[in-house]
Protein backbone atom coordinates (compact mmCIF):
# COMPACT_ATOMS: atom_id res chain seq x y z
CA UNK A 1 0.00 0.00 0.00
CA UNK A 2 1.41 3.57 -1.12
CA UNK A 3 1.26 5.99 1.84
CA UNK A 4 -1.19 8.43 1.87
CA UNK A 5 -0.04 10.23 4.64
CA UNK A 6 3.64 10.79 5.22
CA UNK A 7 5.23 12.12 8.06
CA UNK A 8 9.23 12.27 8.97
CA UNK A 9 11.20 13.95 11.62
CA UNK A 10 8.70 16.31 12.36
CA UNK A 11 9.11 18.56 15.03
CA UNK A 12 7.03 21.80 17.14
CA UNK A 13 7.56 23.70 19.88
CA UNK A 14 5.10 25.75 21.76
CA UNK A 15 6.65 29.43 22.51
CA UNK A 16 9.68 28.39 24.11
CA UNK A 17 8.86 24.85 24.96
CA UNK A 18 9.51 21.91 22.63
CA UNK A 19 7.04 19.27 22.29
CA UNK A 20 8.07 17.24 19.30
CA UNK A 21 11.58 15.99 18.69
CA UNK A 22 10.90 13.56 15.46
CA UNK A 23 7.82 11.97 14.89
CA UNK A 24 7.49 9.45 12.00
CA UNK A 25 4.44 7.94 10.64
CA UNK A 26 2.94 6.75 7.52
CA UNK A 27 -1.28 6.06 7.15
CA UNK A 28 -1.59 4.41 4.06
CA UNK A 29 -4.87 4.41 1.59
CA UNK A 30 -7.24 2.10 3.49
CA UNK A 31 -5.41 1.34 6.50
CA UNK A 32 -6.76 2.09 10.36
CA UNK A 33 -3.44 3.19 12.27
CA UNK A 34 -3.55 3.88 16.58
CA UNK A 35 -1.35 6.95 17.59
CA UNK A 36 -0.68 6.26 20.83
CA UNK A 37 1.42 6.92 23.79
CA UNK A 38 0.56 8.08 27.12
CA UNK A 39 -0.47 11.72 28.41
CA UNK A 40 1.94 14.57 27.27
CA UNK A 41 3.76 12.42 24.86
CA UNK A 42 2.77 14.87 21.59
CA UNK A 43 -0.17 12.75 19.84
CA UNK A 44 -2.57 15.70 19.91
CA UNK A 45 0.44 18.12 19.08
CA UNK A 46 1.33 15.77 16.16
CA UNK A 47 -2.09 15.34 14.72
CA UNK A 48 -2.30 19.61 14.92
CA UNK A 49 0.69 19.62 12.82
CA UNK A 50 -1.05 17.41 10.11
CA UNK A 51 -4.44 19.25 10.26
CA UNK A 52 -1.78 22.76 10.07
CA UNK A 53 -3.11 24.01 13.62
CA UNK A 54 0.21 24.30 14.37
CA UNK A 55 3.82 25.12 12.80
CA UNK A 56 6.28 22.47 12.54
CA UNK A 57 9.41 21.31 10.93
CA UNK A 58 9.88 18.26 9.46
CA UNK A 59 8.13 16.53 6.54
CA UNK A 60 4.49 15.95 6.40
CA UNK A 61 3.06 15.14 3.01
CA UNK A 62 -0.59 13.89 2.00
CA UNK A 63 -1.37 12.16 -1.18
CA UNK A 64 2.28 13.26 -2.04
CA UNK A 65 1.54 16.76 -1.49
CA UNK A 66 3.38 18.86 0.30
CA UNK A 67 1.38 20.53 3.67
CA UNK A 68 4.03 22.39 5.08
CA UNK A 69 2.90 25.48 3.44
CA UNK A 70 -0.81 24.97 3.60
CA UNK A 71 -3.05 27.18 5.59
CA UNK A 72 -5.15 24.69 7.32
CA UNK A 73 -7.91 24.61 5.42
CA UNK A 74 -6.39 24.12 2.10
CA UNK A 75 -5.18 20.91 4.07
CA UNK A 76 -8.56 20.07 4.79
CA UNK A 77 -9.65 20.46 1.50
CA UNK A 78 -7.05 17.86 0.42
CA UNK A 79 -9.22 15.10 2.47
CA UNK A 80 -7.96 15.71 5.93
CA UNK A 81 -11.02 15.41 8.22
CA UNK A 82 -10.57 15.57 11.41
CA UNK A 83 -12.82 14.89 14.58
CA UNK A 84 -10.88 16.94 17.47
CA UNK A 85 -10.29 15.77 21.33
CA UNK A 86 -13.23 17.68 23.19
CA UNK A 87 -15.17 17.41 20.02
CA UNK A 88 -15.99 20.76 19.76
CA UNK A 89 -19.24 21.47 17.53
CA UNK A 90 -20.57 24.52 16.66
CA UNK A 91 -22.37 25.05 19.69
CA UNK A 92 -25.44 27.50 18.62
CA UNK A 93 -26.31 25.47 15.43
CA UNK A 94 -28.78 22.39 15.37
CA UNK A 95 -27.40 18.80 14.11
CA UNK A 96 -28.84 19.77 10.57
CA UNK A 97 -26.52 23.12 10.71
CA UNK A 98 -23.49 21.59 11.66
CA UNK A 99 -23.69 18.70 9.31
CA UNK A 100 -24.25 21.32 6.29
CA UNK A 101 -22.00 24.05 7.81
CA UNK A 102 -19.34 21.67 6.87
CA UNK A 103 -20.70 19.50 4.17
CA UNK A 104 -18.39 19.34 0.82
CA UNK A 105 -18.84 16.92 -2.33
CA UNK A 106 -18.38 13.46 -1.92
CA UNK A 107 -20.58 10.56 -0.90
CA UNK A 108 -21.05 11.04 2.35
CA UNK A 109 -24.22 12.98 2.79
CA UNK A 110 -26.23 13.86 5.92
CA UNK A 111 -28.54 10.49 5.19
CA UNK A 112 -25.42 8.39 5.50
CA UNK A 113 -24.45 10.38 8.27
CA UNK A 114 -27.53 9.57 9.88
CA UNK A 115 -27.27 5.80 8.85
CA UNK A 116 -23.69 5.88 10.33
CA UNK A 117 -25.41 7.23 13.63
CA UNK A 118 -29.18 6.79 13.78
CA UNK A 119 -29.28 8.99 17.22
CA UNK A 120 -28.32 12.28 14.60
CA UNK A 121 -30.97 11.71 12.64
CA UNK A 122 -33.31 11.84 15.55
CA UNK A 123 -31.83 15.23 17.10
CA UNK A 124 -31.03 16.88 13.92
CA UNK A 125 -33.24 20.28 14.39
CA UNK A 126 -31.93 19.85 18.40
CA UNK A 127 -28.84 22.86 19.33
CA UNK A 128 -25.06 21.04 19.70
CA UNK A 129 -25.03 22.43 23.16
CA UNK A 130 -28.09 20.45 24.30
CA UNK A 131 -26.60 17.17 23.23
CA UNK A 132 -24.80 14.78 25.55
CA UNK A 133 -21.37 13.89 25.53
CA UNK A 134 -21.87 11.08 23.15
CA UNK A 135 -24.27 12.56 20.78
CA UNK A 136 -21.57 15.12 20.41
CA UNK A 137 -19.17 13.29 19.85
CA UNK A 138 -21.43 11.10 17.27
CA UNK A 139 -21.81 14.76 15.49
CA UNK A 140 -18.35 15.64 15.36
CA UNK A 141 -17.30 12.44 13.69
CA UNK A 142 -20.17 13.15 11.52
CA UNK A 143 -19.31 16.72 10.64
CA UNK A 144 -15.69 15.27 9.81
CA UNK A 145 -17.70 12.82 6.93
CA UNK A 146 -19.15 15.25 5.62
CA UNK A 147 -16.31 17.01 4.53
CA UNK A 148 -15.47 13.80 2.78
CA UNK A 149 -12.05 13.21 3.87
CA UNK A 150 -9.65 10.41 2.35
CA UNK A 151 -8.07 10.46 5.93
CA UNK A 152 -9.87 10.64 8.92
CA UNK A 153 -8.18 11.34 12.05
CA UNK A 154 -9.69 10.65 15.76
CA UNK A 155 -8.54 12.77 18.55
CA UNK A 156 -9.62 10.63 21.79
CA UNK A 157 -12.93 10.08 20.63
CA UNK A 158 -14.39 7.93 23.17
CA UNK A 159 -12.74 10.02 26.08
CA UNK A 160 -15.32 10.17 29.11
CA UNK A 161 -18.01 8.94 27.20
CA UNK A 162 -20.74 5.94 28.97
CA UNK A 163 -19.52 2.32 27.89
CA UNK A 164 -22.51 1.91 25.68
CA UNK A 165 -21.74 4.79 23.71
CA UNK A 166 -18.07 3.74 23.88
CA UNK A 167 -19.61 0.82 21.85
CA UNK A 168 -21.30 2.24 19.90
CA UNK A 169 -17.94 4.99 18.39
CA UNK A 170 -16.40 1.71 17.84
CA UNK A 171 -18.56 0.58 16.08
CA UNK A 172 -18.92 3.12 13.84
CA UNK A 173 -14.93 3.06 13.36
CA UNK A 174 -15.44 -0.59 12.36
CA UNK A 175 -17.93 -0.21 9.83
CA UNK A 176 -16.16 2.74 8.52
CA UNK A 177 -13.16 0.36 8.04
CA UNK A 178 -14.99 -2.34 6.84
CA UNK A 179 -17.45 -0.39 4.10
CA UNK A 180 -15.39 2.54 3.26
CA UNK A 181 -11.77 2.05 2.78
CA UNK A 182 -11.35 5.26 4.16
CA UNK A 183 -7.84 5.35 6.03
CA UNK A 184 -7.77 6.02 9.53
CA UNK A 185 -5.40 7.65 12.28
CA UNK A 186 -7.05 6.96 15.95
CA UNK A 187 -5.78 8.24 19.26
CA UNK A 188 -7.18 6.67 22.00
CA UNK A 189 -6.19 4.61 25.44
CA UNK A 190 -8.37 1.48 24.70
CA UNK A 191 -5.73 -0.84 23.98
CA UNK A 192 -8.15 -3.73 23.57
CA UNK A 193 -10.23 -1.91 21.30
CA UNK A 194 -7.56 -0.34 19.26
CA UNK A 195 -5.94 -3.52 18.91
CA UNK A 196 -9.17 -5.05 17.37
CA UNK A 197 -10.00 -2.53 14.76
CA UNK A 198 -6.12 -1.19 13.99
CA UNK A 199 -3.70 -3.06 11.07
CA UNK A 200 -0.89 -0.84 12.64
CA UNK A 201 0.12 1.11 15.84
CA UNK A 202 2.78 4.00 16.13
CA UNK A 203 3.74 4.68 20.11
CA UNK A 204 4.96 8.13 21.17
CA UNK A 205 7.52 8.69 23.87
CA UNK A 206 8.54 12.17 24.90
CA UNK A 207 7.89 13.53 21.63
CA UNK A 208 9.56 10.69 19.31
CA UNK A 209 8.15 7.50 17.70
CA UNK A 210 9.18 5.45 19.95
CA UNK A 211 7.60 2.33 18.38
CA UNK A 212 5.93 0.91 15.32
CA UNK A 213 4.42 -2.18 14.45
CA UNK A 214 0.96 -4.54 14.65
CA UNK A 215 -0.21 -4.25 18.29
CA UNK A 216 -0.54 -8.11 18.70
CA UNK A 217 3.33 -7.74 18.74
CA UNK A 218 3.73 -5.49 21.31
CA UNK A 219 5.44 -6.97 24.55
CA UNK A 220 4.03 -6.89 27.85
CA UNK A 221 7.06 -4.66 28.78
CA UNK A 222 6.98 -2.52 26.42
CA UNK A 223 3.13 -1.84 26.74
CA UNK A 224 4.18 -1.02 30.38
CA UNK A 225 7.31 1.11 29.84
CA UNK A 226 5.01 3.26 26.90
CA UNK A 227 1.68 2.94 27.53
CA UNK A 228 1.30 2.34 31.20
CA UNK A 229 -0.87 -0.92 30.75
CA UNK B 1 -45.04 29.42 13.58
CA UNK B 2 -42.63 31.15 16.73
CA UNK B 3 -43.55 34.13 18.79
CA UNK B 4 -40.40 35.76 17.15
CA UNK B 5 -42.52 35.33 13.90
CA UNK B 6 -45.28 36.80 14.88
CA UNK B 7 -43.82 39.57 16.48
CA UNK B 8 -41.76 40.13 13.46
CA UNK B 9 -44.55 40.78 10.78
CA UNK B 10 -46.38 42.66 13.99
CA UNK B 11 -43.35 44.89 13.32
CA UNK B 12 -43.63 44.86 9.45
CA UNK B 13 -47.60 45.12 9.98
CA UNK B 14 -46.76 48.42 11.75
CA UNK B 15 -44.50 49.48 9.35
CA UNK B 16 -46.97 49.39 6.52
CA UNK B 17 -50.17 50.47 8.60
CA UNK B 18 -48.39 53.72 10.36
CA UNK B 19 -47.18 55.37 7.36
CA UNK B 20 -50.66 54.58 5.24
CA UNK B 21 -52.84 55.94 8.19
CA UNK B 22 -50.39 59.04 8.61
CA UNK B 23 -51.22 59.53 4.54
CA UNK B 24 -54.71 59.38 5.05
CA UNK B 25 -54.89 61.29 7.78
CA UNK B 26 -52.28 64.31 5.81
CA UNK B 27 -49.68 63.89 8.40
CA UNK B 28 -46.71 63.73 6.19
CA UNK B 29 -43.95 64.80 8.91
CA UNK B 30 -45.16 61.27 10.75
CA UNK B 31 -44.00 59.45 7.24
CA UNK B 32 -40.58 61.61 7.24
CA UNK B 33 -40.18 60.28 10.86
CA UNK B 34 -41.21 56.71 9.50
CA UNK B 35 -39.02 56.47 6.53
CA UNK B 36 -36.08 57.88 8.73
CA UNK B 37 -36.70 54.79 10.82
CA UNK B 38 -36.67 53.07 8.45
CA UNK B 39 -33.65 53.78 6.16
CA UNK B 40 -31.47 53.85 9.36
CA UNK B 41 -32.93 50.02 10.05
CA UNK B 42 -31.57 49.07 6.95
CA UNK B 43 -27.88 50.43 7.69
CA UNK B 44 -28.19 48.38 11.06
CA UNK B 45 -29.72 45.50 9.04
CA UNK B 46 -26.19 45.74 7.31
CA UNK B 47 -24.19 45.70 10.38
CA UNK B 48 -26.37 43.19 11.91
CA UNK B 49 -25.03 40.81 9.04
CA UNK B 50 -21.51 41.48 9.71
CA UNK B 51 -21.74 41.71 14.31
CA UNK B 52 -24.97 39.45 14.33
CA UNK B 53 -23.79 36.61 12.72
CA UNK B 54 -19.74 37.30 11.99
CA UNK B 55 -19.76 38.60 16.06
CA UNK B 56 -17.99 41.79 13.81
CA UNK B 57 -18.04 44.70 16.09
CA UNK B 58 -17.45 47.37 13.72
CA UNK B 59 -17.34 50.62 14.92
CA UNK B 60 -16.65 52.39 11.43
CA UNK B 61 -19.75 51.50 9.70
CA UNK B 62 -20.81 54.54 9.00
CA UNK B 63 -17.89 54.81 6.82
CA UNK B 64 -20.24 52.76 3.77
CA UNK B 65 -23.23 55.01 5.22
CA UNK B 66 -21.34 58.23 4.12
CA UNK B 67 -20.31 56.57 1.08
CA UNK B 68 -23.75 55.94 0.43
CA UNK B 69 -24.85 59.36 0.99
CA UNK B 70 -22.06 61.23 -0.65
CA UNK B 71 -22.61 58.81 -4.28
CA UNK B 72 -25.83 60.13 -4.33
CA UNK B 73 -24.71 63.85 -3.38
CA UNK B 74 -21.97 63.56 -5.89
CA UNK B 75 -23.74 62.06 -8.81
CA UNK B 76 -27.16 64.47 -7.98
CA UNK B 77 -25.18 67.31 -7.53
CA UNK B 78 -23.00 67.36 -11.11
CA UNK B 79 -26.58 66.24 -12.65
CA UNK B 80 -28.13 69.46 -11.03
CA UNK B 81 -24.89 71.60 -11.94
CA UNK B 82 -25.12 70.02 -15.76
CA UNK B 83 -21.47 69.69 -14.64
CA UNK B 84 -20.13 65.96 -16.01
CA UNK B 85 -18.05 64.52 -13.37
CA UNK B 86 -15.22 63.62 -15.13
CA UNK B 87 -14.67 64.23 -18.91
CA UNK B 88 -10.93 62.58 -19.66
CA UNK B 89 -10.72 59.15 -20.58
CA UNK B 90 -14.50 59.25 -20.42
CA UNK B 91 -17.19 61.13 -20.13
CA UNK B 92 -19.44 60.30 -16.93
CA UNK B 93 -22.07 62.49 -16.07
CA UNK B 94 -24.34 63.11 -12.91
CA UNK B 95 -27.76 61.84 -12.37
CA UNK B 96 -30.58 61.96 -10.76
CA UNK B 97 -32.02 58.74 -11.33
CA UNK B 98 -32.50 56.67 -8.17
CA UNK B 99 -31.48 53.17 -9.36
CA UNK B 100 -28.15 54.47 -11.19
CA UNK B 101 -27.31 56.25 -7.76
CA UNK B 102 -28.46 53.40 -6.00
CA UNK B 103 -25.94 50.93 -8.13
CA UNK B 104 -23.09 53.26 -7.82
CA UNK B 105 -23.57 53.90 -3.43
CA UNK B 106 -23.83 49.77 -3.36
CA UNK B 107 -20.42 48.91 -5.69
CA UNK B 108 -18.53 52.22 -4.23
CA UNK B 109 -19.23 51.08 -0.57
CA UNK B 110 -19.07 47.44 -1.01
CA UNK B 111 -15.50 48.01 -2.50
CA UNK B 112 -14.68 50.63 0.43
CA UNK B 113 -15.75 47.65 2.54
CA UNK B 114 -14.10 44.96 0.85
CA UNK B 115 -10.33 46.98 1.29
CA UNK B 116 -11.61 48.32 4.40
CA UNK B 117 -12.08 44.06 5.57
CA UNK B 118 -8.85 42.87 3.86
CA UNK B 119 -6.93 44.73 6.53
CA UNK B 120 -8.54 45.49 9.13
CA UNK B 121 -10.22 41.43 9.41
CA UNK B 122 -6.45 40.57 9.98
CA UNK B 123 -7.03 41.37 13.63
CA UNK B 124 -9.86 40.84 16.26
CA UNK B 125 -11.41 41.85 19.50
CA UNK B 126 -10.32 45.04 20.23
CA UNK B 127 -7.72 45.63 17.93
CA UNK B 128 -10.56 45.32 15.09
CA UNK B 129 -12.84 47.50 17.03
CA UNK B 130 -9.80 50.47 16.94
CA UNK B 131 -8.99 49.66 13.36
CA UNK B 132 -12.45 50.24 11.90
CA UNK B 133 -13.01 53.37 14.01
CA UNK B 134 -9.75 54.89 12.40
CA UNK B 135 -11.32 54.21 9.05
CA UNK B 136 -14.33 55.96 10.13
CA UNK B 137 -12.06 58.96 11.20
CA UNK B 138 -9.94 58.85 7.88
CA UNK B 139 -13.14 59.20 6.09
CA UNK B 140 -14.71 61.89 8.13
CA UNK B 141 -12.24 63.84 8.09
CA UNK B 142 -11.29 63.58 4.54
CA UNK B 143 -15.03 64.76 4.02
CA UNK B 144 -14.67 67.74 6.00
CA UNK B 145 -11.68 69.07 3.72
CA UNK B 146 -13.29 68.03 0.50
CA UNK B 147 -13.87 71.28 -0.49
CA UNK B 148 -15.24 70.77 -3.61
CA UNK B 149 -18.36 68.83 -2.02
CA UNK B 150 -19.05 71.40 0.53
CA UNK B 151 -16.46 70.64 3.01
CA UNK B 152 -17.60 70.82 6.76
CA UNK B 153 -20.75 72.46 5.65
CA UNK B 154 -22.24 69.47 3.46
CA UNK B 155 -23.70 69.99 0.06
CA UNK B 156 -27.34 69.90 -0.38
CA UNK B 157 -29.21 68.52 -3.60
CA UNK B 158 -32.56 70.96 -4.61
CA UNK B 159 -34.76 67.96 -5.59
CA UNK B 160 -35.08 64.86 -4.71
CA UNK B 161 -34.17 62.22 -7.26
CA UNK B 162 -36.46 60.06 -9.47
CA UNK B 163 -37.51 56.54 -9.23
CA UNK B 164 -39.19 55.34 -13.06
CA UNK B 165 -42.90 55.79 -12.39
CA UNK B 166 -43.14 56.89 -8.86
CA UNK B 167 -43.18 60.35 -7.53
CA UNK B 168 -40.61 60.56 -4.74
CA UNK B 169 -41.40 63.57 -3.64
CA UNK B 170 -45.01 62.27 -2.49
CA UNK B 171 -43.65 61.30 0.87
CA UNK B 172 -45.48 57.53 1.03
CA UNK B 173 -44.57 56.84 -2.40
CA UNK B 174 -40.67 57.48 -1.42
CA UNK B 175 -41.48 55.80 2.04
CA UNK B 176 -42.67 52.93 -0.27
CA UNK B 177 -39.19 52.45 -1.74
CA UNK B 178 -37.52 52.39 1.41
CA UNK B 179 -39.35 49.88 3.30
CA UNK B 180 -39.45 47.61 0.07
CA UNK B 181 -35.77 48.09 0.12
CA UNK B 182 -35.83 46.91 3.88
CA UNK B 183 -37.98 43.96 3.13
CA UNK B 184 -35.62 42.58 0.64
CA UNK B 185 -32.30 43.56 2.60
CA UNK B 186 -34.21 41.53 5.35
CA UNK B 187 -35.62 38.73 3.24
CA UNK B 188 -31.87 38.85 1.90
CA UNK B 189 -30.23 38.72 5.52
CA UNK B 190 -32.80 35.60 6.93
CA UNK B 191 -31.96 33.60 3.42
CA UNK B 192 -28.06 34.26 3.86
CA UNK B 193 -27.99 33.33 7.60
CA UNK B 194 -29.83 29.71 7.18
CA UNK B 195 -27.69 29.16 3.70
CA UNK B 196 -24.45 27.44 3.93
CA UNK B 197 -22.44 30.38 4.04
CA UNK B 198 -24.22 31.36 6.59
CA UNK B 199 -23.92 28.67 9.28
CA UNK B 200 -19.90 28.48 8.58
CA UNK B 201 -19.86 32.44 8.91
CA UNK B 202 -21.88 31.40 12.28
CA UNK B 203 -19.71 28.81 13.21
CA UNK B 204 -16.28 30.75 12.21
CA UNK B 205 -17.51 33.45 14.79
CA UNK B 206 -17.79 30.55 17.49
CA UNK B 207 -14.69 28.37 17.14
CA UNK B 208 -12.21 29.77 13.86
CA UNK B 209 -9.78 26.84 14.36
CA UNK B 210 -12.62 24.10 14.06
CA UNK B 211 -13.75 25.97 10.91
CA UNK B 212 -10.34 25.53 9.30
CA UNK B 213 -10.25 22.17 10.07
CA UNK B 214 -13.13 21.41 8.07
CA UNK B 215 -11.75 23.04 5.08
CA UNK B 216 -13.09 26.76 5.47
CA UNK B 217 -11.43 30.13 5.46
CA UNK B 218 -12.84 31.99 8.29
CA UNK B 219 -10.99 35.07 6.81
CA UNK B 220 -13.07 34.60 3.63
CA UNK B 221 -16.24 34.15 4.92
CA UNK B 222 -15.81 37.40 6.95
CA UNK B 223 -14.57 39.49 4.29
CA UNK B 224 -17.76 38.27 2.06
CA UNK B 225 -19.90 39.28 5.05
CA UNK B 226 -18.43 42.40 5.77
CA UNK B 227 -18.73 43.52 1.88
CA UNK B 228 -22.00 42.59 1.53
CA UNK B 229 -22.81 44.47 5.00
CA UNK B 230 -21.15 47.47 3.74
CA UNK B 231 -22.98 47.30 0.43
CA UNK B 232 -25.96 47.09 2.47
CA UNK B 233 -24.90 50.26 4.95
CA UNK B 234 -24.62 51.95 1.38
CA UNK B 235 -27.65 51.86 0.14
CA UNK B 236 -28.89 53.05 3.72
CA UNK B 237 -26.67 56.47 2.88
CA UNK B 238 -27.88 56.71 -0.47
CA UNK B 239 -31.15 56.89 0.78
CA UNK B 240 -30.89 58.54 3.83
CA UNK B 241 -29.07 61.26 1.75
CA UNK B 242 -32.09 61.62 -0.38
CA UNK B 243 -34.61 61.76 2.67
CA UNK B 244 -32.88 64.92 4.12
CA UNK B 245 -31.88 66.47 0.23
CA UNK B 246 -28.57 66.93 2.22
CA UNK B 247 -25.05 64.92 2.62
CA UNK B 248 -22.42 65.92 5.66
CA UNK B 249 -19.63 65.00 6.84
CA UNK B 250 -21.38 63.53 9.91
CA UNK B 251 -22.84 60.39 7.44
CA UNK B 252 -19.64 59.08 8.24
CA UNK B 253 -18.87 60.09 12.11
CA UNK B 254 -17.55 57.25 14.80
CA UNK B 255 -21.24 58.89 16.63
CA UNK B 256 -23.26 56.98 14.00
CA UNK B 257 -21.38 53.62 13.83
CA UNK B 258 -22.24 53.53 17.65
CA UNK B 259 -25.53 54.03 17.17
CA UNK B 260 -26.01 51.74 14.29
CA UNK B 261 -24.59 48.98 16.67
CA UNK B 262 -27.08 50.24 19.51
CA UNK B 263 -30.09 49.57 17.37
CA UNK B 264 -28.85 46.35 16.97
CA UNK B 265 -28.01 45.77 21.31
CA UNK B 266 -31.34 47.33 21.49
CA UNK B 267 -33.55 45.27 19.30
CA UNK B 268 -31.57 42.22 19.89
CA UNK B 269 -28.49 41.01 18.45
CA UNK B 270 -28.38 38.39 15.77
CA UNK B 271 -32.54 38.14 15.59
CA UNK B 272 -33.68 39.16 11.93
CA UNK B 273 -36.01 42.49 13.14
CA UNK B 274 -33.49 43.34 15.96
CA UNK B 275 -31.77 46.18 13.77
CA UNK B 276 -35.19 47.28 12.74
CA UNK B 277 -37.24 47.49 16.25
CA UNK B 278 -33.89 49.18 17.62
CA UNK B 279 -33.91 51.91 15.30
CA UNK B 280 -37.69 52.77 15.36
CA UNK B 281 -37.39 53.45 18.90
CA UNK B 282 -34.46 55.20 18.94
CA UNK B 283 -36.39 57.46 16.27
CA UNK B 284 -39.76 57.54 18.37
CA UNK B 285 -37.21 58.24 21.68
CA UNK B 286 -35.53 60.77 19.68
CA UNK B 287 -38.88 62.26 18.41
CA UNK B 288 -40.46 61.95 21.45
CA UNK B 289 -38.14 62.57 24.83
CA UNK B 290 -36.67 64.66 22.22
CA UNK B 291 -39.22 67.41 22.23
CA UNK B 292 -39.39 67.41 26.00
CA UNK B 293 -35.46 67.83 27.13
CA UNK B 294 -32.59 68.08 24.74
CA UNK B 295 -30.75 65.75 27.20
CA UNK B 296 -32.99 62.75 25.40
CA UNK B 297 -29.90 60.67 25.29
CA UNK B 298 -29.98 60.45 28.86
CA UNK B 299 -32.90 58.36 28.59
CA UNK B 300 -31.81 56.57 25.83
CA UNK B 301 -28.53 55.37 28.02
CA UNK B 302 -30.70 53.84 30.56
CA UNK B 303 -33.05 52.09 28.13
CA UNK B 304 -29.50 51.08 26.94
CA UNK B 305 -28.16 50.14 30.31
CA UNK B 306 -31.80 48.32 31.92
CA UNK B 307 -31.39 46.05 28.41
CA UNK B 308 -27.57 45.40 28.74
CA UNK B 309 -28.29 44.37 31.91
CA UNK B 310 -31.14 42.41 32.03
CA UNK B 311 -32.76 41.69 28.24
CA UNK B 312 -29.36 40.05 26.59
CA UNK B 313 -31.86 39.35 24.10
CA UNK B 314 -33.04 42.92 23.39
CA UNK B 315 -36.38 43.94 23.01
CA UNK B 316 -37.12 40.68 20.65
CA UNK B 317 -35.73 38.60 23.60
CA UNK B 318 -37.94 40.04 26.47
CA UNK B 319 -40.94 39.77 24.04
CA UNK B 320 -40.67 36.79 22.20
CA UNK B 321 -38.53 34.75 24.70
CA UNK B 322 -35.37 33.27 24.38
CA UNK B 323 -33.99 32.26 20.72
CA UNK B 324 -30.48 30.23 20.81
CA UNK B 325 -28.35 32.62 19.86
CA UNK B 326 -27.68 34.16 16.25
CA UNK B 327 -29.99 31.71 14.87
Known amino acids: MSALLQVEGLKATYGASQALFGVDLQVASGEVVALMGRNGMGKTTTVKCICRLLRAEGHISFDSKDLRRLPAHRAARLGIGLVPEGRRCFADLTVQENLTAAARPGPWDMGKVGTLFPRLSERKTQVARSLSGGEQQMLAIGRALMTNPRLLILDEATEGLAPLIRQEIWDAVGQLKRETGMAILIIDKSLKELTQVSDRAVILNRGRTAWTGVLDDLSADLAQRYLGV | ?327
Not at chain 2, 179 to 204: T, Y
Not at chain 2, 214 to 226: E, I, N, T
Not at chain 2, 249 to 261: D, H, R, V
Open chain 2, 1 to 327: MTRETLFNLAVLAGLVALPLYAHLADEPFTITLATRAVILSLAAVGLNMALGIGGLVSLGHAVFFGIGGYAMGILAFHAQNYMPLMETPFLIEGTKSMPLIWLAAVVASALAALVIGLLSLRTSGVYFIMITLAFGQMFYYFAISWSAYGGEDGMSIYVRNGFPGLNTLVPIQFYGLCLAALVLALGFNGALARSRFGLALNAARQVPERVRAVGLDPFRLRLVAFTISGAITGLAGALFADLNRFVSPTMFSWQLSGEFIVFIIIGGTARLFGPVVGACLFVVLEHYIGGWSDYWHIWFGLLLLGIVLFGRGGVIGLIAGKARAHG
